[in-house]
């Protein structure tokens, strides 16, 4: 931590700050510049890191050096963390995420009925995808939208799994759902409007399952980072995180997806990352050579949205692929995943 | 609503779509221009509003010509939405929320102990503000950060609230705590990163408390609508809301405060709002000059955090005013309050 | 300027840093953590802020810790600059931006012809408008939409500000023009879209009128004084910076009108400061209550667009006041301005 | 174009808009909402964009509907614009921008010699680069920071190219350089703050070379399509775009590298759009991930910032390649081009 003074800080102040960090057991080193003082604490910053350093009289910066993440950095732990989903029942393979295959995650935006379900859960898997994605309970910005099917929809879930015998994921939205769906999703998903619901991320340090945790829309990647040690500290260690694209002035896409923050994920953690080009870009036409880009740039999977029938879908029609587009997409995917090194698919 | 079409569409598109507007119970009028064809859905916009018509084939962009809500709107209530908050006890007075009065919530960030509250509120309370702010439950980036007293901090602000007499506002991060914190404290918070946990909102449209919900770091003023019908259309009329700053390139400030928020929601909805200026800037100097110019620009109240020894403080010591420093800002603001024909303080 | 290491940089890589530090001829001071190491450059960072110390082997991150702007910083003039405009001609009264008065400039987003700008200049002079503003040379994002009068634009400006004994403000686009415009213009205008217009900057640093220089629609406090410091570093110290809102995501505005931005300015540097609220919303009834909220935090003077008849107008209708309007926003604006201790008007 | 009315528009108001409409020689279609009136304007909309129609008494809202662009859109020409870079000198080959070769154009930030530019051009011209980059005017945000070499840069930038038989790249920055360095330069790039330099533009307009323009950081697809247009419509229809990064709340990254936009671009228009993942970036070490994702994604070329000594560059050394790592990073790129049906380099 280096604390920058004001020009015209005075000696009493210099005093009472290195005294203070003292106390919390720690050294200072009081650097005197030609134009201003500088002081740096030498040790453990996490120690000092919730202190308002910035409300001491004199100060008028503090600049932070180390990271704040733990856990979920990569000095924490050299090797790539690996989440191995069990298979669903005897004779089902086991799903890795963060080894070599990058694996796809596909299915309806939301549960509309067993059969839907059943029928797209069919096609991706035929596809090439590895686990089956759907809301059962939909964080929707209007009260007046289709809210999910609840219970019923996780219901539907449980059997499409075990029918099918594909691993499924769906989102949480509520403390008091996370044992519900805990016990039926083989990862339990927390929305990008969750990001930051520090209950939910404590809650769900205490589960068994994996979890997959969103990028917020206005969220830095160090955000990303801290709500992923939320849930490690907690007790639970199996994050995957996603990024899903950000707000910023862009009106064309309805997010802007930052796949730099795939590459930075990589370099700063040893978490696995993958990549939403459906909430991303908002349009299905997009998905295609978003995701192409995504497998490239490194992402160890893709969620991407797929529907019978968008036009009758009941949330996020526009966005979502039709199955043979799909099956076009993952075609071109294997091509790259090929060329960099990794593999997609059976 | 409004619905343009594909340079190249083709007939049987544009007879499919108008059949599933009157299949919907809506008339539609198309109109054959030059370049483009329009459909126009004649009818409740907020039919169709969840309808994927972005998705039909033929289908370049969607327009919306309704606003997306109702309750919160400036046309399903003319008479402006004043929130009475009632004595706390006998003797003392109500506080009303979006009359003429600028009311001053004002405390220290959290709940560090029952004393420090008690001096804060006190003096506070002394220089004019009419309800003390202080969290129990802290939305916290790091889990290594302090989290909040809790429970104990709900009994503290109880105490301090009986004591001297003022009301009480804290915030809910969970759906489990809404019953505990809507029977202890006169206003409900619901903070930024809140704005859009759904369950939480909908949980709060059952309480008899009034809520006060901050704008998220990166939603519209439209959102932040969408979430208050959430709370309004489950049974709580009483909703506030607050500017508390929004997330953009600008590292200088914490946040950028959106005082142009004020001035839209003023002329788009009935219901009052307040505006965060300690959040919104995260420097104590920016206070003040930020206050004047929320004062100046409509707010219907303010909401500052005060501590006694901000380099203490457990947690946003920066961006605390010392006592005396409240005293001086409040003494500006009694001036522009009435150079815009509203009032302050006693 | 502080240099954080890898946590794995070698000694010969830290030596190799030290090394190039002296032979700039400045100090280093190596810091060696328990986690870290740290060098920290002691001398003047002016010095070294050019050099890629990021791009050294073994560095993580380099932090400055000084400001890069000079002139334009509150250090390098403590008392508060005034730029005087002389009278335009004998009889008329000099004007002073950055003094006690809130200085008002005000007329149409465009020169569109003799006549209308003599009637509205007349009008905002008896109004209490100091400065009369109209574009000649236009920034339009379309090639399509009006450009401007262009030099006969100047032309009925410079008659204008004759026949009325009123300065004039003039926006100037071209490195090519500066020369024109500064001869007949009393205060020469940078728009946004040419904040970091460096070629221009410098050739406006050799003029003798002052330059009013506007804040890019994507750029931080920080880089808006550094463009100041072009202009000043290039001999002229004249120049007044203006907010006039920055992108963000949200959509009802046209801009968000950072009013902070003001409040740090007045904190971090000594040019006075103007606020235009009618670029920074984009609509008319949002240009009073911002008016108001700038004024009351600090601007030291307003731009305000007005119209006779903003239906008509070829550029900016939108967002520009009919007269009567700016009347009434004009006797508002001077009731706040007494009670922030300055003055409005005449 | 759509006028949507308020809910309380008047009859006369509404005729008043009508009549305006058939004036322009337009024709209106009123259409009577049970809750709103809507006007659809029928015909060619670049009659009336320039209107202020939203000054109009009674209007609420005003929705584009046809594209404000025309030679730069896709319907405007339905082949993809192949922009053709002739020889150097007899014996060299010609570059085609826009083709299936995914064209690489790397070198240096900016010139800072003659040996430096040999040195490095004949390296990435040996690894299969096909343009030499360099810039001789440089826009930095700090007077006090190297300025480039000017006219001197230039001309080591002529001889280079006539030596190596290599096209050359560089930047303009002032409309009294145009003429200079059209002339000796391939391609004229005009750079992200300049995007919206209009008078840049119109110049650019009537050269014979083609314009490389960068988007602005907070500019929209739309606007680089508004500002391509400003050149073509001048006279010259060779423009080449390239997305650079643009400026959101991260800051881990210098910018944001948008890669969704050249998803857009290549469906909106028949431009090539080519990706600079140096700037976009800030990071060497993200230069390679985010330079693979642009080839996936449909980049037609990616610029690419090479220097033999970062650490001593004169200006970007933290986001330029070792000679070394360009040539794995070819060699990488080369695999994903073949994956996606394309080529790069010899």
Redesign the interface.
Known sequence: M?I?LK?DAKKEQIDHIVE?IHEWGLEA?V?H????T?I?I?????LV??K??????GVD?V?R??K?YKRASI?FRTERTQIVIPPVRPGCREVVIGGNEVVVIAGPCSVEGREMLRNIGRHIQNSGAKILRAGA?K?????????GLGVKGIRYLADVRMELGIPIITEV?????VELIAKFSDIVQVGA??M???????VLGSIDKPVLLKR???N????LM??A??IM??GNERVILCERG????????RN?????????I??ESHLPVLLDPSH??GH???VG??S???????ADGLMIEVHHK?????????Q?LLPKTFDNVMH?LK??A???GRSIGN
């Not at 939205?173 to 759902?177: I, N, Q, S, V, Y």
């Not at 802007?256 to 930075?264: C, E, I, R, Y």
């Open positions: 280096i920058v020009p203070s080193d650097s510049g030609s134009e201003q500088i740096g030498i040790g453990d910053e996490s890191r919730a308002p350093l910035a409300a001491f009289p910066n600049m050096v180390q704040p000095e309970f964080p929707r910005s209007s009260p007046y939208a289709f809210q939205m509520d403390t008091r759902d409007r969750n930051q619901n520090f209950s939910l991320l404590k917020g829309l206005s830095t990647i160090e955000e801290m709500s040690e939320y500290s907690s950000i707000r910023t002035f862009e009106t064309y896409t802007t997806l930052d796949l730099s923050a795939v590459a930075v990589k370099k991303g870009t299905w036409d997009l050579p978003m192409l880009a995504g497998v490239a740039v490194g968008p036009e009758e879908a009941l949330s996020d029609g526009p979502s071109e091509k790259v090929v060329a960099v």
